[in-house]
């Protein structure tokens, strides 16, 4: 039979009560009792801690979007936003990295760079400045797809740079204009339409 262990003075005389009406319930000793009470706890935490679609606010189409990925992958939801949050954050900390070794540099130095930051950064710039634009509007009119025709006006930069970029991140790019329902034909906003107005660039 198992030793019922001393609480000592930390237990009120109702919380004892308690104590003893769970060891009869339970039909264990005050000691199995505490383990079971500590146990039910530490998953109580882990299930408030756990995500769940819940968590993202999805729309009807993306949350459908998520568990088919889910099921494909057989991955958890976990794993899934861990590397999407991993892929993102480090997505944003190159751009900061990149601008800020842009911003130390003169206009001279900015035209006789080469490194890769210095070809990829306006195209970069450009995106992200979209891609926080269309999170922030409610009608679809607003919002504009990424497309790399997009990208050419806004940034004028070569072609192949551009191509070189949506290769390396079709994935990201497509992502974000499925989640906004988003096609080039999204972009004919009509003669005269300037989206740097529309993005403030």
Do not use: P
Request: charge should be negative; include cysteine; hydrophobic fraction near 35%.
């Amino acid at each position: 039979m198992s030793k019922k262990i001393k609480l000592g003075s930390l237990i009120n005389e109702d919380e004892k009560a308690i104590l003893d009406q769970l060891t009869k319930d339970l039909n264990m000793s005050q000691g199995e009792v505490i383990g079971y009470l500590l146990k039910n706890y530490s998953q109580l935490e882990t299930n408030k801690s756990s995500l769940s679609l819940e968590s993202f606010s999805l729309s009807n189409l993306e949350e459908t979007e998520v568990k088919k990925a889910l099921t494909n992958s057989e991955m958890q939801l976990d794993e899934v936003a861990k590397d999407g949050l991993l892929q993102r954050s480090r997505y944003l900390n190159s751009i900061a990295d990149k601008q800020a070794q842009l911003e130390s540099m003169t206009e001279e130095q900015m035209q006789k760079a080469t490194f890769k930051g210095a070809a990829n950064f306006k195209i970069e710039q450009a995106i992200n400045t979209i891609i926080e634009h269309n999170n922030a509007q409610s009608e679809k009119s607003d919002k504009v797809c990424i497309t790399k025709g997009i990208i050419f006006k806004l940034t004028g930069s070569n072609r192949q740079s551009i191509n070189k970029w949506f290769a390396e991140h079709e994935l990201m790019i497509s992502d974000h204009n499925f989640k906004h329902n988003l096609t080039d034909i999204d972009n004919r906003k009509g003669k005269g339409f300037s989206f740097e107005e529309l993005l403030g660039v």
